[in-house]
């Protein structure tokens, strides 16, 4: 029979069986547990459908590629910011170490799974991830050699390989576009408190020819997006059906960002 992979009951087992893995006393000592989101994990699977896939698979997949995610974001704060001065430098390098600790896991959980499918295709995405920021990171000011793939892989990398190790094709490009919209979004209030991220960097030197301010440079990423779910195919529109509540946050959480812009303005 096949699973509701939209049961909110799988979203809570998720989350429980992450916070339990990272549950590590020393690191959450310092720096608290790892957030994890409850619509990053619906729209990993979403991609599954109405697919015949064990649950147990299933959560187990979600939950590595999860993992693997949490790990690059961790290790992403470090390279936005540095070790800085020392008496900062401890907790950055807890940071670290907590970002190897999140990888070992989901080394541990596709071992006891016995899924080398999977294992090869997130090992592969973190590599793709990895380039992708490097390409973004250390382009010229011109913005010559930037690709816009490159951005949707620094933030999307992970979940296509998990899609790519099932061969869940039909649904990847809407849940690529969630993501990387979801991501705009938190980048750009980020960038707002003068902290520069992947995405920024992209659009200062993407835009470096127009003279469009970086503002103006994400809202045109945001609307782009956002224009693909109110005209795009039948599964942006399944995508709205199943998570309007989503949907409905990233309406928010732009008029937010706007907000706030205007009054620093």
């Known amino acids: 029979m096949a699973l509701n992979h939209h049961d909110s009951n799988l979203v809570h087992k998720v989350i429980t069986s992450f916070n339990k893995a990272v549950d590590q006393p020393y690191l959450k000592q310092f720096l608290g547990n790892p957030e994890v989101s409850d619509s990053y994990i619906s729209s990993l699977l979403f991609l599954f459908g109405e697919t015949d896939f064990q649950e147990e698979d299933i959560h187990d997949a979600v939950l590595t590629t999860l993992l693997v995610q949490t790990a690059l974001d961790t290790h992403e704060r470090i390279n936005r910011h540095g070790l800085g001065r020392e008496r900062i430098r401890t907790e950055r390098q807890l940071t670290v170490l907590a970002g190897d600790y999140y990888s070992a896991l989901y080394y541990f959980i596709l071992s006891r799974c016995n899924n080398s499918k999977l294992l090869h295709a997130l090992s592969l995405g973190i590599q793709n991830v990895n380039e992708a920021k490097m390409s973004i990171y250390q382009s010229k000011d011109t913005g010559d050699s930037l690709d816009y793939r490159d951005l949707q892989t620094a933030y999307t990398g992970i979940a296509e390989a998990l899609a790519e190790s099932y061969e869940l094709v039909e ?28 995405a920024s960097r992209y659009i200062e030197r993407s835009n470096g020819k127009q003279g ?18 109110i005209k795009g ?6 995508f709205q059906t ?16 706007n907000t706030y812009a205007m009054e620093e303005g």
């Open 171 to 198: 649904r990847t490009d809407t849940v690529k576009d969630y993501l990387l919209l979801r991501a705009l979004l938190e980048e750009k209030k980020k960038y707002s408190h003068n902290q520069i991220s992947i």
């Open 212 to 229: 469009m301010s970086v503002e103006a440079g994400f809202d045109k990423l945001i609307d782009g997006i956002l224009d693909l779910f």
């Open 233 to 238: 195919d039948a599964e942006y529109g399944t």
């Open 242 to 257: 199943h998570y309007p509540a989503y949907l409905n946050e990233i309406h928010e959480k732009r008029k937010y960002c």
